[in-house]
């Protein structure tokens, strides 16, 4: 079996990693059941493509989607369900320590099931109730959010829902006022802890460098517009770090310093775009919080999920329709709001929502705003919709085919869109200046690979800028060179996600110069860590980034990653104005499909 498994080892077939956890499993388990064997490599094989367990009910489409041949190979090895209690050392229903874990019919690393468990019995167990006065609440809210009005302001219902949770999400979209909502949830944490004679202690976090960055700094721009007591104004943290930071990196290690036997030092943790974060990363974050701890994620749940294995909080916020509450929290939030709980409540809410909030008004994206109205109308999946939008006369969307004019299009574009901050690097502008300017316009791509990839797009639009005179790479490194981090390197303090931008120094010295927290500081070329040039980017990649111009390029031909989230992410990047290059036949199958991951996780908050 191990050696047919091998030779499914083929572009569009497994990877040599899914052999050898086969192998592990065969050699460690003293196991020559084929079926387990096959299963054992399925499994891996779904992890690595962001399923944290393997449906035994997908198996038949999953080997009829491998390249042509391997699943006509593999298919009669299958037979079907196995059972735990014959699994010797190999497989369990999570009683004993096995290399896989069978629940229900879905078959699990046992490293995943654990993480699943672990993370479902965390957010259960701090989803209870703490003991909240709402009408002491409600003049707060009134003092932070103005009187109350007849319709629902759901920023003070994510506050007020958020309050009586150590585990609570706030959700929402684009311009729907998330920052606004956590400043001034912020203030009313702080003063009530300061009432009982506490100074609570605050941490900010974000999965990337770029994503803390913009925390930070929204943080602190939606501070100064509030007219807050100094007390509570310097206790509201002033920077934010990434998970990988604040948890601290053990070089060579996949672990961290704080860990579940060194708890991390705060009593209030907020963690933004929480929608990157994955299924073991998050397990290790709940792991390392105090007991009395108290958690909000922020985010975003329409958005792409994570890079690696979970869709953590799309299984947290997996509600249907519009999120309603539970009898109970529903009055305590309609006490505390000025409002009718009938508009809150609904009778089958499962204990979870009570704890989760959703934004659902869009301040940034008035009714004249087509970025707005492409972006719901993805969400809702109206392609009919989505394509009569641009025939609709809204200034900030444009729409181009991909023929090779478009493509040519779109390089001249990007030579314009790029030479603003060219030409700042020319003038000897300041670093942060340079970098700001950087940061207006980019271009985000699907794929990684190709003419129609970062790397390919990367290639030509180099060569264009030479030719209009912008740059002159003649090295590797050169003046003007965008790079992004590919990898942590907690040593120098980056992190995958990163950008610096490439420019002399005072004495004229090439020098890679990364905006940190508010804080510029430079980096020899040679002292780099992974690292690619970054004119074109993944969508991915640009999650926890945002830009006054955004270009999205969808290759010709259909493929998997091309999902309504995807395209939803790179629509809600762009601030002011925001360009599409597909052809029109691609639009309502992307459109169509959904990003689809196996979890246990949703059915264990919701079931």
């Known amino acids: 079996m191990l050696k047919l498994l091998q030779s499914a080892v083929v572009p569009g077939g497994l990877r040599s990693l899914d052999v050898q956890f086969a192998r592990f499993v065969h050699q460690t388990g003293h196991c020559q059941d084929p079926n387990l064997l096959l299963l054992a490599a399925l499994t891996s094989f779904e992890l690595g493509r962001g399923n944290v367990c393997l449906p035994l009910a997908a198996v038949p489409d999953l080997l009829h989607s491998l390249a042509p041949g391997l699943g006509e190979q593999l298919r009669p090895w299958f037979s079907g369900t196995p059972d735990p209690a014959a699994g010797g050392a190999v497989l369990s229903a999570g009683e004993r320590l096995t290399p896989l874990v069978l629940e229900l019919d879905r078959l699990y690393l046992q490293r995943y099931w654990r993480f699943e468990c672990d993370v479902a019995g965390f957010l259960l167990q701090r989803s209870e109730p703490l003991e909240v006065d709402p009408n002491t609440l409600r003049r707060s809210l009134e003092l932070l959010f103005g009187a109350g009005t007849a319709e629902p ?170 999120l309603r509450y539970g009898q109970a929290q ?24 009570d704890s989760l909030a959703q934004l659902r008004t869009s301040y940034r994206f008035g009714v004249n705003s087509g970025i707005g109205r492409l972006a719901r109308a993805v969400n809702q999946g109206d392609g009919a919709q989505f394509e009569a939008l641009w025939q609709g006369g809204f200034a900030d969307i444009v729409w181009h085919g991909l023929d090779s004019a478009g493509y040519q299009t779109l390089i001249d574009r990007c030579v314009q869109g790029y030479r603003d901050y060219l030409q700042a690097i020319a003038a000897r502008q300041p670093a942060a200046q340079v970098l700001a300017a950087f940061n207006r316009f980019q271009l985000l791509c699907a794929l990684r690979n190709g003419p129609y990839g970062v790397a390919g797009l990367n290639e030509r639009i180099e060569q264009a800028l030479t030719a209009a005179g912008l740059i ?23 992190f995958n996600g990163d950008i610096g931008i490439t420019m002399e120094n005072a004495e004229g010295e090439l020098r890679v110069w990364f905006d940190q927290g508010g804080e510029v500081r430079a980096l020899l070329p040679s002292r780099m860590p992974e690292h690619d040039t970054v004119y074109a980017m993944t969508v991915h990649k640009s999650q926890g980034s945002e830009f006054d111009q955004t270009l999205l390029l969808l290759p010709p031909e259909d493929a998997p990653v091309l999902t309504r989230e995807l395209l939803y992410t790179g629509i809600t990047r762009a601030r002011k104005q925001f360009e599409l290059y597909a052809p029109d036949y691609l639009l309502k199958r992307v459109i169509a499909r959904r990003t689809q991951r196996a979890s246990g996780l949703a059915g264990r908050l919701w079931g």
């Open 153 to 322: 302001d759901w920023q003070r219902v994510a506050a007020a829902a958020a309050v009586n949770r150590r585990f609570s999400v706030i959700s929402g979209g684009p311009g729907t006022g998330k920052t606004t909502t956590v400043i001034k949830l912020l203030a009313l944490y702080i003063e009530q802890q300061l009432a009982v004679g506490a100074r609570p202690r605050i941490r900010l976090a974000a999965p990337t460098g770029k994503a803390a960055a913009r925390m930070a700094e929204s943080i602190s721009a939606a501070r100064a517009g509030l007219n807050l007591a100094d007390e509570v104004a310097r206790l509201i943290p002033q920077d934010a770090s990434t998970l990988h930071r604040l948890l601290g990196v053990r070089p060579g290690s996949r672990g961290f310093r704080h860990n579940t036997d060194n708890p991390l030092h705060l009593d209030l943790l907020i963690v933004d775009e929480a929608s990157m974060v994955d299924l073991p990363m998050m397990a290790r974050l709940l792991a390392a919080l105090p007991d009395s701890a108290r958690l909000i994620l922020i985010g975003d749940r329409d958005q792409l999920a994570s890079v690696e294995a979970g869709s953590v909080l799309g299984d947290i916020c997996s509600w249907t329709g519009e």
């Open 330 to 353: 529903a009055d305590y939030l309609a006490q505390a709001c000025r409002l009718d709980s009938a508009v809150l409540v609904a009778q089958d809410a499962r204990p979870i929502a």
């Open 472 to 494: 002159a790479p003649g090295a590797s490194w050169y003046a003007g060179r965008p790079v992004i981090v590919t990898c942590n390197d907690r040593a120098l303090d980056l």
